[in-house]
């Protein structure tokens, strides 16, 4: 819980200003909440699979699908 909210801040810190004056702090936190339960989520079934693809591939996948989700 303690690295789910470490990156739960972090993200926040990450979207504030590339949504700045265009999205509230709800919507920043649930963003947040969204984006980092997702990269998570994508990280555990990446190691279930063995962890098929190598980890800069990985990396650029979780950048672009954070980087893309609007807030």
Not at 1 to 24: H, V, W
Not at 46 to 70: H, Q, S, T, Y
């Amino acid at each position: 819980m303690r690295f789910f909210n470490y990156c739960l801040k972090s993200m926040q810190q990450f979207i504030k200003p590339k949504e700045a004056g265009t999205a509230d702090e709800h919507t920043i936190k649930y963003a947040s909440v969204f984006m980092v339960g997702g990269c998570l989520a994508l990280m555990r079934e990446w190691l279930k699979n063995g962890m098929d693809i190598p980890v800069p591939e990985m990396a650029k996948l979780m950048a672009k699908l954070v980087r893309d989700v609007p807030a």
